[in-house]
């Protein structure tokens, strides 16, 4: 990054301006008339290709603001005095901040974004300690609350643009929308992006920084975060154990209890055959399931049973074996044991069926019992708990990163 300034004019008033960014923006503002012109990009072979800045402001409806712009906030008046130059620790290259001065001369470097403004605020030369974050100001670069030293490179003003220089490390120029980066000096590797960017973060040395929301009321000077200030990583492994256990919730409570009853039949006794009721399936690749019972004392009882299509006339056929036991065990207890049996027709299609039975007994006191039950397809249960998982998540995320933040009395240090 370029260190030497760019003298410019304003076709204006005549005001001689200097740019220390070394991007050649293409469109700037004049801090003594308030004139906003632009300026054609002729030199700028070390640096990435911006685009026509322009263009990206007028995408995201940003308002340039021209140095020596003077407003209001929170009954405070403050105007742009212009640049802010910092170098990095340890390292000689420089980056550009948009500076405001107040009328009592306390300095306010200007964040925005996603529709909030946030100050960090130097009075004089004393240390600024913003509460709620845990940030304490040095001369070059802030500490948090765990002791890393951390850098902030803000996207400010005039320009709402900035590029991270290490391009080899996975970091790209980032157009119009602004963004705070929070650097880890210690190791480049690691990058915290706060808003728009959250989620271009590494799992590594968590700084204990999540979105932010800075009030500053008038009068002394307080901060408070919003609605979560909780450390980034707990957030996100947070909402993510949640859904989690919500997905297996759903799935045990409805995934493996979808069994639902059809209708019972009582097969005559032997050598009868007879058709039971219809049925109408209503889902595709449906689990049938038969169960038949004995009540035919000390005997033995087969069935033969058909599932037939109304539709197609396709036939199914299985076979039940029960018996009905009493008597007395071998240490001369009563016992009395009804075995039942189970089969299964698999992946059955929607349609219309009914059951045919034929039973086969030694005996002909009663006729075999039978009961159907249906089973809905499994893997629609797992969607839907996919859905309610996914659900859950963005539920979580609007709660944790987008909601609006806690309304702040200015009286309350709390």
């Given at each position: 990054?370029?260190?030497?300034?760019?003298?410019?004019?304003?076709?204006?008033?005549?005001?001689?301006?200097?740019?220390?960014?070394?991007?050649?923006?293409?469109?700037?503002?004049?801090?003594?008339?308030?004139?906003?012109?632009?300026?054609?990009?002729?030199?700028?072979?070390?640096?990435?290709?911006?685009?026509?800045?322009?263009?990206?402001?007028?995408?995201?409806?940003?308002?340039?603001?021209?140095?020596?712009?003077?407003?209001?906030?929170?009954?405070?008046?403050?105007?742009?005095?212009?640049?802010?130059?910092?170098?990095?620790?340890?390292?000689?290259?420089?980056?550009?901040?948009?500076?405001?001065?107040?009328?009592?001369?306390?300095?306010?470097?200007?964040?925005?974004?996603?529709?909030?403004?946030?100050?960090?605020?130097?009075?004089?030369?004393?240390?600024?300690?913003?509460?709620?974050?845990?940030?304490?100001?040095?001369?070059?670069?802030?500490?948090?609350?765990?002791?890393?030293?951390?850098?902030?490179?803000?996207?400010?003003?005039?320009?709402?643009?900035?590029?991270?220089?290490?391009?080899?490390k996975r970091y790209y120029e980032y157009s119009a929308p602004p963004f705070v980066a929070i650097r880890e000096n210690a190791d480049k590797e690691n990058e915290?992006?706060?808003?728009?960017?959250?989620?271009?973060?590494?799992?590594?040395?968590?700084?204990?920084?999540?979105?932010?929301?800075?009030?500053?009321?008038?009068?002394?000077?307080?901060?408070?975060?919003?609605?979560?200030?909780?450390?980034?990583?707990?957030?996100?492994?947070?909402?993510?154990?949640?859904?989690?256990?919500?997905?297996?919730?759903?799935?045990?409570?409805?995934?493996?209890?979808?069994?639902?009853?059809?209708?019972?039949?009582?097969?005559?006794?032997?050598?009868?055959?007879?058709?039971?009721?219809?049925?109408?399936?209503?889902?595709?690749?449906?689990?049938?399931?038969?169960?038949?019972?004995?009540?035919?004392?000390?005997?033995?009882?087969?069935?033969?049973?058909?599932?037939?299509?109304?539709?197609?006339?396709?036939?199914?056929?299985?076979?039940?074996?029960?018996?009905?036991?009493?008597?007395?065990?071998?240490?001369?207890?009563?016992?009395?044991?009804?075995?039942?049996?189970?089969?299964?027709?698999?992946?059955?299609?929607?349609?219309?069926?009914?059951?045919?039975?034929?039973?086969?007994?030694?005996?002909?006191?009663?006729?075999?019992?039978?009961?159907?039950?249906?089973?809905?397809?499994?893997?629609?249960?797992?969607?839907?708990?996919?859905?309610?998982?996914?659900?859950?998540?963005?539920?979580?995320?609007?709660?944790?990163?987008?909601?609006?933040?806690?309304?702040?009395?200015?009286?309350?240090?709390?």
């Amino acid at each position: 990054m370029s260190t030497t300034p760019i003298s410019l004019t304003c076709p204006n008033c005549g005001t001689s301006l200097e740019d220390y960014s070394g991007r050649m923006f293409e469109v700037f503002g004049c801090g003594n008339c308030g004139n906003i012109f632009n300026q054609s990009n002729q030199d700028n072979q070390d640096s990435h290709k911006v685009g026509t800045l322009s263009k990206f402001l007028n995408k995201y409806k940003y308002t340039i603001i021209p140095l020596g712009t003077v407003f209001t906030y929170e009954s405070v008046r403050y105007t742009f005095i212009g640049y802010v130059i910092k170098h990095e620790v340890g390292e000689v290259e420089r980056w550009i901040e948009y500076c405001l001065q107040s009328e009592n001369k306390e300095y306010a470097f200007l964040i925005e974004y996603s529709g909030h403004t946030v100050f960090t605020i130097q009075i004089n030369n004393t240390d600024t300690r913003l509460r709620g974050m845990k940030l304490y100001f040095g001369n070059t670069y802030f500490t948090n609350g765990f002791g890393y030293k951390i850098q902030i490179d803000v996207v400010v003003g005039a320009f709402n643009y900035n590029v991270l220089e290490d391009t080899s490390k996975r970091y790209y120029e980032y157009s119009a929308p602004p963004f705070v980066a929070i650097r880890e000096n210690a190791d480049k590797e690691n990058e915290y992006f706060i808003g728009k960017y959250l989620y271009r973060y590494e799992f590594k040395k968590s700084i204990g920084l999540t979105k932010v929301f800075l009030p500053l009321p008038s009068g002394p000077y307080h901060a408070r975060p919003g609605r979560f200030d909780w450390n980034g990583k707990f957030v996100m492994l947070g909402y993510v154990f949640l859904s989690i256990a919500l997905f297996l919730v759903h799935l045990i409570s409805f995934g493996f209890q979808s069994d639902y009853y059809i209708d019972s039949y009582a097969a005559p006794q032997q050598p009868a055959e007879s058709e039971f009721r219809s049925f109408a399936l209503t889902s595709e690749h449906s689990l049938l399931r038969v169960d038949a019972y004995s009540n035919v004392v000390q005997a033995w009882t087969e069935g033969e049973i058909t599932l037939v299509n109304h539709t197609t006339g396709e036939q199914r056929t299985g076979v039940v074996a029960c018996e009905y036991y009493t008597g007395f065990d071998e240490d001369g207890a009563w016992i009395e044991d009804n075995s039942h049996s189970e089969l299964y027709f698999e992946n059955v299609p929607k349609g219309v069926y009914h059951i045919e039975a034929q039973t086969y007994c030694d005996s002909t006191s009663a006729p075999l019992m039978l009961s159907v039950w249906a089973s809905r397809s499994h893997w629609r249960n797992v969607v839907v708990s996919i859905i309610v998982c996914l659900a859950a998540i963005g539920l979580i995320y609007y709660i944790a990163f987008y909601q609006p933040p806690i309304s702040y009395n200015e009286n309350n240090d709390d």
